[in-house]
């Protein structure tokens, strides 16, 4: 593979135990614990003068951990630092989507430009959040914060596929979320991409049964198929939530077994 390859990192800060019924569309017949984890993801590298660090999504806090009844096991500021990674100096993080657990925390870059695609500013702020069915996930905190950067030229739009740095791309997925994207970024296995919730875990996308918190079943259906093409193999798609991630990468170092995995 030429050109620029990047470290990539997922970094755990929260918890929630739930069941196996939960997590899909009709329930699971084999109902048991299949709890979800909470991400943020760390894309380091490049080649000399473009090495860079580009953050996906930015978590949410322990206020809003104990609202939504969430294990809350740190800061997503305070686990980047564990990465070498300083979450004021960032310069630029990608916004997957505005559900509470993606976008919380922005205030912690300060410095950062934030990439979101165009449809998902026009759901998070348009008619289907009058219905709590599609507005539940969403923090209207986070949203109008979010139209703040906005206002101030903070926000980079997207519409649809597009390269935000060589060798790191978006592209939009849908389903989940009127304008959920993916990160794909080439590392030195071929290209990984980050899932998001496109699929919440690895059962999700590999037995096609959709995660119920959806926008459109359809898409999100179709998108797992999109998730194997840009990806160079299906152990190359990193699902958002799934504890296995940390189960299937190694630590960065030993300190942070449990806490960190490199998926590179």
């Not at 322990?62 to 939504?68: I, Q």
């Not at 925390?105 to 430009?113: M, Y």
């Not at 950067?149 to 740095?165: K, L, Q, W």
């Amino acid at each position: 593979m030429s050109g620029p390859r990047y470290e990539v990192y997922a970094l755990k800060y929260a918890h929630h135990e739930r069941r196996a019924s939960e997590n899909f569309i009709g329930g699971d017949p084999h109902d048991g614990p299949m709890p979800l984890d909470y991400f943020v993801w760390l894309i380091r590298g490049g080649d000399g003068k473009e090495a860079r660090e580009i953050v996906v999504d930015t978590g949410f806090s322990a206020a809003v951990a104990l609202r939504r009844q969430r294990q809350h096991l740190r800061c997503p500021g305070e686990g980047l630092r564990l990465l070498g990674c300083e979450a004021g100096a960032v310069k630029e993080v990608v916004i997957t989507h505005l559900h509470y657990d993606h976008v919380g925390n922005f205030d912690l870059f300060p410095a950062a430009t934030f990439h979101l695609q165009d449809r998902e500013m026009q759901y998070a702020t348009g008619r289907h959040m009058a219905m709590p069915v599609f507005s539940g996930a969403f923090d209207v905190e986070d949203v109008v914060g979010m139209v703040r950067n906005t206002y101030a030229g903070r926000v980079r739009f997207h519409d649809g596929d597009d390269e935000i740095a060589p060798g790191v791309s978006l592209h939009y997925i849908g389903g989940h979320t009127m304008g959920l994207q993916v990160v794909r970024v080439a590392t030195r296995r071929g290209n990984v991409v980050l899932a998001s919730d496109a699929s919440h875990f690895y059962a999700n996308m590999e037995q096609g049964r959709p995660f119920p918190i959806v926008f459109n079943v359809a898409e999100m259906v179709e998108g797992y198929a999109r998730l194997h093409a840009l990806a160079d193999s299906p152990a190359h798609i990193i699902p958002g939530h799934d504890p296995l991630v940390l189960e299937r990468y190694p630590a960065p170092a030993a300190g942070l077994q449990g806490i960190a995995a490199r998926l590179d």
